[in-house]
Each structure stands twice: as C-alpha cells, then as structure tokens.
C-alpha cells in the first residue's frame, strides 16, 4: 500500500497551499440526502438521447477505475451514509449527514490495512450486539493521520441512536458523530489492492479544480471488506471540503 506517500503529501498541499478555494452559495444546509453530480464523463462521444437535453462537456474527463464483479447488494437496514441519485456521476457533490456512530480508534502498517479494519469492525460488531444495539450504516473508516509507515484512523459503524449511558468496554469504544458536512464522493469498484488508483484520479481532479479540503479522508465499504484482492468491493471516498 502506497497511497500514504502518493495521496497525503498532495491533499495536505492542497489543503495548506492552494490559493482559490471551491466557492459554495450561502444557502440552508440541503437535506442529508441531497447530492449534485459533478460534471464528470465515463466514456467519449456518448450517443445521443433525444429525450435529453444536450449538456455542455466538461472541462475535464475523469475516468474511474476498471470495474470489478458485480458486487452483492447491501443490506437495506444498513444504508449509506448518502443515497445515489439515479443518474450519479463519476465524481458528486455530496452533504454529508452527522449520524450517531460507535467508534474504535487504531493504528496499523499500509500492509496490514485491511486486516487491522477488520478487525476493529468486528470488535464493534460485537461490542454493539452485546450491548443490544443495532448497526444503523455501512462500516466507515476516517483515516487521521497517515505516515509512510502506518496510519492511525477512526473505525465507525453508524446506531440509530447512541445510547444515553454507553455500555463499558474494554476495548475503548465510544460514541459519537460520523464526519459531516459538504465533500466530493468518488466511487471505488475492485479490489482494495487497487485503491490508490482511485486517489491518483481524486487527487488529480482537485488540483485541476483548485479545490481546497481537509487533510484527512473518509472511506464508506458499502460491501463488505473481505480481502485486498476482492475485485466485488464497493467504496465510497468522501474528500471533506474547507
């Protein structure tokens, strides 16, 4: 795994250096579901759709990854943390919701990544079923500090409600608040193996925008994160804007 010495270097430039933040209207905060794709494009020269008005081409193309498998539907009672539109872009503009969320904090190696996700997961899995409460989101792990050797991160699991009097525990896990407010999704389709391709595509694309976000990063596994070499798995990375 690469992706702490190609991904974090230019985020934290972009985040401290750059000159022009993205401008966002002064408005009542959209409902948590609102999104709005970004003018991105799949593929070159696409027929055209007489029931469809024509839309003027973008000033860059973001070409995803390669696709893996199909992957297996989510679970329904575990959404994510923001729905997709119908028609969602390569890249979308989203806001993102401040859901209740059982927390674990860790470190690992880049090489033990999902291992050590895992893991933590699990132990919140079983912490929550312990004390009787039911996961309410997708697993979601916030990358906080990232080193060439390692990482420290956030491993959340979205509740309903978090629990007036948390359940002890051993392992230090606590309750707060999912990360919130305006971000850019990128979609991830493969296998974990190949994420740093996802990032060299968001990191390229907010330099050519000259947009400005936070120095830390937020990855949904909207199926779950079985191996590095799974090519069904689905992610979300959310780039919390400034």
């Known amino acids: 795994m690469t992706r702490c010495r190609r991904l974090v270097p230019a985020l934290c430039a972009l985040a401290a250096g750059l000159a022009t933040a993205m401008p966002l209207a002064a408005q009542q905060p959209p409902s948590p579901a609102q999104t709005n794709p970004l003018p991105t494009t799949t593929a070159p020269n696409p ?10 081409a973008p000033e860059q193309a973001i070409v995803p990854p390669p696709a893996g498998q199909a992957a297996q539907p989510a679970d329904p009672s575990r959404p994510p943390l ?27 190696t880049w090489e033990e990544a999902v291992p050590s ?15 009787g409460i039911k996961p309410a989101g997708r697993p979601i792990a916030v990358f906080t500090k990232t080193e060439d050797a390692g990482f420290d991160f956030e491993a959340m699991i979205p509740v309903a409600t978090a629990p007036a009097t948390p359940p002890a525990s051993e392992d230090g896990l606590r309750f707060g608040t999912t990360p919130s407010g305006k971000a850019l999704r990128f979609a991830h389709r493969g296998s974990y193996e190949g994420i740093d391709s996802t990032y ?3 990191t390229a694309y907010l330099d050519a925008k000259d ?19 799974d090519d069904t798995l689905d992610v979300n990375i959310y780039a919390l804007l400034k």
């Open 82 to 108: 923001v729905a997709k539109p119908a028609e969602a872009g390569d890249v979308d503009e989203v806001t993102l919701p401040a859901k209740p969320a059982a927390i674990l904090s860790g470190k690992a």
């Open 117 to 131: 996700l895992q893991k933590a997961f699990a132990q919140i899995e079983a912490d929550l079923a312990k004390a």
């Open 211 to 229: 947009i400005v976000v936070q120095d830390k990063f937020v990855e949904e596994y909207v199926t779950d994160l079985k191996d590095g070499a």
């Open 47 to 56: 027929p055209a759709d007489p029931n469809k008005s024509a839309a003027p």
């Open 200 to 202: 060299e595509t968001l």
